[in-house]
């Protein structure tokens, strides 16, 4: 008996300690723990059992304990562990108050009947087991397997009651020692494999993690790659080709990533290396190995892989918004017909050169075509994108390395000379290019004689900012226009003089306009027929103090220049607006008032927004307001002009083509744009009554007829001309012969007169 006994303590002593390292391994599961500890308990069972036998009383009672005691305490382990495998907490306060019940019913019936008390506790332990293995039935084949055991361990205490005395000890003992490693195995079996099944799944997610991951991941172990995920192999194209180089080889390296870039990055993965930077960033253009240009951003830190310290690298593919930003930036510097740099690039250069502390010397040549816009009327706008294009192919041939072309609006290119001798330099220039434009310019279908204007401004010399600069050399330019031929002109200290009178006169616009030195005239315009007043025409007055009345035609271009016609504009309608509402409350008869308008006012978005609102704020109907647009300017911005007078008309306001017959467009013009009234320029009334003048001003009037449009002929100073014009079919006249451009008190006169 000592014998089985003695095997029964060591194997329980031993699956005991065994469950309880599993446990320390895989601290979830706790009922492999209880499992373990109460195997160590039961160890005390057949010790107890000894003492028990003794003849000694101390020792009887102290085995009888223990033979309370310890099934007590492990039947208290069970209900823990069922606790725990179904998801329900038992307190410890009820596992007490269960264990001293337990202790209480089994000393008392062992008192009473040893097999009884037995036969009470096989019963007990029976049940949990069987609520146990009922759980465990829907797990792994170890827990199943661990449930029948359970199940069986709680039978093998019935051997006991049918055998009592020694002989049923010793078969009791000798079973559960078998099913106790039994059951210990299958338990480490189940622990086993569920935590293979955790280390599993733990991997699973890592390359579902990786795997769909769209950034490229990399890991490398002192300049081995350990590991890339797909993205990584799709970024670099070597999903693409036949053999891709291993990663990160010296050949792979030599095709993806350019030389040059190679060493800052070998010194930022050191530092991260030696752990001084905790992460590493850089970006680049890089070479895909099936030839696609990248542009790629990289972060890469120390992770820990199988163990060792590795590199981890994360590669973002950027090149679709690198690309788009590239794309923003070169339109936002280059033309788009030529590819060369345009006006904000070359402002850039000469601020450069400006702030250059070497002070280099430079000069800016301005080239403006001649007569550019007959080509684009004569041959439409294709030759004359054609005629650009040509034009700036040649003239790169001509300046080889010697300067830099940019292109500065529709006909107007920049040339930037940087040289030591830049006078010599740019006398030969410019020289070249007149040799160059006695050739024609041979186009797919034409071949063109081309006359440009240039004006050359040196630095140092003749101006002190890059803008001055530019004026400098376009008011040279300016001055080549009236020159025959291609010509060249130089700023001077004259034309530097020139341009200090210009800056006060600019001064002087701004202070005028701040002090409210703008007077409106308005100058009538009478029936064809008949003669009666049908509207007026407001025109600006600057009533300069100590100067006197200046004309619009000198201070209108300048304040076109510096872009205060913006507001001077808003201004004058503004006026023009008011006077009509005084007009209608001293009770007199309204006529329409037009107001001139600047090409750049016109070309804003906002405008015809602001004329609704200034109308509104007098309470004025849109019909008593003409705008008057020139021709020449919406010539030069059909498409926006046309936007931008739809508007206007669809909001009841009327717009007139001013100056018609100086501008370079056709009679087609008028069809395109949504008009009302188109004025004759003076240029065309004046030879009246000229037949052939008469002519010109017939067909233009049959024209609008057909148009439906109104016709005014300006500039009329003589009866002959009012007759003329009238039997042309001219609806309205407006010029000296009626009235001059009035003040105020005498147009209210006229105003009156009519009333
Ligand atoms: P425009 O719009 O063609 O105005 C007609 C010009 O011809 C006015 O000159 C007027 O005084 C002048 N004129 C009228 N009848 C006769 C005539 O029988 N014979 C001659 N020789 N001339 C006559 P003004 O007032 O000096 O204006 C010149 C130009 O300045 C205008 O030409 C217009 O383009 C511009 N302008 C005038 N006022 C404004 C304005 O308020 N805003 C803008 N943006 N431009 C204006
Ligand atoms: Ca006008
Ligand atoms: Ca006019």
New binding site residues.
């Given amino acids: 008996m000592p014998y089985v006994f003695s095997v029964y303590i060591a194997v329980t002593l031993a699956t005991g300690v065994a469950l309880l390292l599993v446990w320390r391994h895989d601290r979830k599961q706790s009922f492999t723990a209880l499992l373990g500890l109460s195997h160590l308990i039961w160890t005390a069972y057949p010790l107890s059992y000894l003492a028990a036998r003794s003849p000694q009383p101390v020792w009887q009672v102290m085995g009888l304990m223990g033979l309370s005691v310890v099934p007590s305490l492990c039947l208290i382990l069970m209900v823990k562990g069922i606790g725990l495998l179904s998801g329900r907490h038992v307190s410890r306060r009820h596992l007490q108050i269960l264990f001293v019940a337990l202790l209480l019913a089994h000393g008392a019936i062992m008192g009473h009947d040893m097999g009884l008390a037995q036969a009470g506790s096989a019963t007990i332990n029976i049940t949990i087991s069987f609520i146990v293995a009922n759980w465990l039935r829907k797990q792994g084949p170890g827990e199943r397997f661990t449930g029948v055991l359970l199940v069986l361990a709680g039978l093998n205490q019935f051997n006991f009651v049918f055998q009592p005395g020694d002989q049923g000890a010793m078969t009791q003992t000798a079973v559960a020692t078998v099913l106790r490693l039994m059951l210990a195995m299958s338990l480490m079996y189940a622990a086993l494999t569920r935590s293979a099944e955790a280390g599993r799944r733990v991997r699973d997610r890592f390359f579902q993690l990786t795997d769909r991951s769209p950034q490229g991941v990399a890991v490398v172990i002192a300049d081995h790659v350990v590991y890339v995920n797909p993205a990584f192999r799709s970024i670099y194209g070597m999903d693409r080709v036949d053999q891709a180089p291993r990663v990160f080889s010296p050949e792979w390296l030599n095709l993806t990533t350019p030389s040059t870039a190679r060493k800052p990055i070998q010194q930022l993965l050191a530092q991260v290396n030696n752990g001084s930077l905790p992460l590493a960033e850089w970006e680049g253009e890089r070479t895909s190995l099936d030839n696609r240009q990248l542009y790629l951003r990289y972060k890469a830190w120390n992770v820990e892989w199988d163990g060792e310290p590795a590199l981890q690298v994360v590669v973002s593919d950027d090149t679709a918004q690198h690309e788009a930003a590239r794309a923003l930036m070169w339109h936002a510097t280059h033309d788009e017909l030529t590819g060369l740099h345009n006006r904000s690039a070359l402002l850039q250069r000469l601020r450069d050169l400006f702030d250059d502390p070497q002070q280099p010397a430079f000069a800016l040549i301005l080239l403006d075509v001649d007569r550019f816009k007959l080509f684009n009327d004569a041959h439409g706008p294709a030759v004359g994108d054609e005629v650009l294009k040509a034009l700036s192919t040649q003239l790169l041939q001509t300046l080889g390395e010697r300067a830099d072309l940019m292109r500065l609006g529709e006909d107007e290119f920049a040339l930037l000379l940087v040289a030591p001798d830049t006078e010599a330099a740019a006398r030969q220039l410019t020289e070249d290019i007149q040799a160059l434009l006695t050739q024609p310019l041979t186009l797919s279908a034409h071949r063109f004689f081309l006359d440009v204007s240039m004006g050359v401004a040196l630095h140092p010399g003749a101006a002190n900012s890059p803008y001055a600069l530019l004026q400098a050399a376009n008011a040279a330019m300016l001055d080549a226009k009236r020159l025959p031929g291609t010509s060249v002109q130089w700023a001077t200290e004259t034309a530097r003089n020139g341009l200090a009178a210009f800056f006060d006169a600019e001064q002087a616009l701004r202070a005028g306009f701040e002090k409210d030195e703008f007077v409106?005239?308005y100058?009538p315009k009478v029936a064809a027929q008949g003669h009666r007043l049908v509207g007026f025409?407001?025109?600006?007055r600057w009533d300069r103090p100590g100067v006197g009345r200046i004309?619009?035609?000198d201070f209108?271009p300048a304040a076109e220049r510096n872009g205060l016609?913006v507001p001077l504009?808003a201004l004058?309608l503004t006026q023009a607006c008011r006077q009509m509402a005084q007009w209608r409350e001293q009770g007199l008869p309204l006529v329409p008032v037009a107001?001139?308008?600047?090409p750049l006012?016109l070309l804003d978005v906002q405008f015809p927004a602001a004329v609704m609102k200034t109308l509104q704020q007098f309470q004025l109907p849109p019909q008593w307001l003409t705008l008057?647009i020139?021709e020449t300017a919406a010539v030069a911005h059909m498409d926006q002009a046309r936007e931008q007078i739809s508007q206007l008309r669809q909001q009841g306001v009327d717009v007139a083509l001013?100056?018609f017959g100086t501008g370079f467009s056709s009679l087609n013009m008028l069809r395109s744009l949504p008009l009302h009234t188109v004025k004759i320029d003076?240029s065309l009334i004046d030879p009246m009554p000229e037949s052939h003048a008469v002519a010109v001003v017939k067909a233009i009037c049959d024209l609008a007829a057909v148009l439906d449009l109104d016709v005014v002929a300006?500039?009329?100073?003589t009866a002959a001309h009012a007759e003329a014009a009238r039997a042309a079919g001219c609806h309205a006249l407006?010029?000296?012969?009626f009235a001059?451009?009035l003040d105020v008190p005498d147009a209210t006169q006229w105003l009156q007169a009519h009333a």
């Fill in positions: 409106l005239v100058q025409e407001a025109l600006v004309s619009p035609l209108i016609i504009g004058i107001v001139n308008v600047s006012q008057e020139t001013d100056d003076r300006e500039g009329v100073e407006q010029g000296y012969h001059r451009p």
